[in-house]
């Protein structure tokens, strides 16, 4: 059964740093697409960062220059560091690879 499960979020003020965590497990996702979502209370989900196959990156503009993605084959994992945090980037995150999603990580971020 395939599984991925986010860890590290939580409540930090603004300015501060956060780093989120996606263990896979069932299947590798080494040299697969993994993704990182959010969704703000009262929004659509919306797209944060993801890296491809070869390890090329994308961010939405309003995380570029503050978030990365970056990922550990050999730990089955994928990982987003968020520095700058902003109170806008309060959220559940979800990781997300091909058809598979994670139930999701709350982050707060206080003003």
């Known amino acids: 059964q395939v599984q991925l499960v986010e860890s590290g979020g939580g409540l930090v003020q603004a300015g501060g740093s956060l780093r989120l965590a996606c263990a896979a497990s069932?299947?590798?996702?080494?040299?697969?697409?993994m993704g990182w979502f959010r969704q703000a209370p009262g929004k659509e989900r919306e797209f944060v960062a993801r890296i491809s196959w070869s390890d090329s990156t994308y961010y939405a503009d309003s995380v570029k220059g503050r978030f990365t993605i970056p990922r550990d084959n050999a730990k089955n994992a994928v990982y987003l560091q968020m520095n700058s945090l902003k109170p806008e980037d309060t959220a559940v995150y979800y990781c997300?690879?091909?058809?598979?999603w994670g139930q999701g990580t709350q982050v707060t971020v206080s003003s």
């Open positions: 997300s690879s091909q058809d598979y």
């Open positions: 069932g299947r590798t996702f080494s040299g697969v697409a």
